[in-house]
T-cell receptor
Framework: KQEVTQIPAALSVPEGENLVLNCSFT??????LQWFRQDPGKGLTSLLLIQSSQREQTSGRLNASLDKSSGRSTLYIAASQPGDSATYLC??????????FGKGTRLSVIA | DAGVIQSPRHEVTEMGQEVTLRCKPI?????LFWYRQTMMRGLELLIY????????DSGMPEDRFSAKMPNASFSTLKIQPSEPRDSAVYFCASSPQGYEQYFGPGTRLTVT
């Protein structure tokens, strides 16, 4: 059974700092991995999707990497801004099961 | 496109009452998913449909929960009778091919 873990559960950084969020998964036979953003009281917004054949995806200040063999993904946020404050969730699609989510990392960027 | 639409956005009800949550997926999406999110358990898949047919309902917690998708543009999640431990945010998501999901804003359910 696929399990997804995100560390740390919460992170607070000063504005302008570069940061890395971590995601690990137990079954490396995945189709893809997605990073989502969730603002308080809102739904999830897809940020990046990495196919199993890819090693990274970039969108603006965000870069997501995937290492299938070690069961790890990272989300790198460059030059963080207060508007980046949100919960970031990692989700993995594998086998015949739909997305399995981690519990998220709650990020606070302090001005 | 308006995205995934869920109603109501907030629901407060008393224990024992029936609750119906509604979802309109993005037009053309063949997959529809129902999730429940709590602080303790995070985001959990309850059930998903492909072309209006339930594929996997193993996440439905009890017989008190039921879901239907009578057509491609509408789905309901019903809880009868509701209990305080059902309090959570319920999300609906749709997907064109099952790989990338688009989430609705959620329904916050409080059962007193």
């Amino acid at each position: 059974k696929q399990e997804v873990t995100q560390i740390p559960a919460a992170l607070s950084v000063p504005e302008g700092e570069n940061l890395v969020l971590n995601c690990s998964f137990t079954d490396s036979a995945i189709y893809n991995l997605q990073w989502f953003r969730q603002d308080p009281g809102k739904g999830l917004t897809s940020l990046l999707l990495i196919q199993s054949s890819q090693r990274e995806q970039t969108s603006g200040r965000l870069n997501a990497s995937l290492d299938k063999s070690s069961g790890r993904s990272t989300l790198y946020i460059a030059a963080s801004q207060p508007g980046d404050s949100a919960t970031y969730l990692c989700a993995v699609l594998s086998g015949n099961t739909p997305l399995v989510f981690g519990k998220g990392t709650r990020l606070s960027v302090i001005a | 496109d308006a995205g995934v639409i869920q109603s109501p956005r907030h629901e407060v009800t008393e224990m024992g009452q029936e609750v119906t949550l509604r979802c309109k997926p993005i037009s053309g999406h063949d997959y529809l998913f129902w999730y429940r999110q709590t602080m303790m358990r995070g985001l959990e898949l309850l059930i998903y449909f492909n072309n209006n047919v339930p594929i996997d309902d193993s996440g439905m917690p009890e017989d008190r929960f039921s879901a239907k998708m009578p057509n491609a543009s509408f789905s309901t999640l019903k809880i009868q009778p509701s209990e305080p431990r059902d309090s959570a945010v319920y999300f609906c998501a749709s997907s064109p091919q099952g790989y990338e999901q688009y989430f609705g804003p959620g329904t916050r359910l409080t059962v007193t």
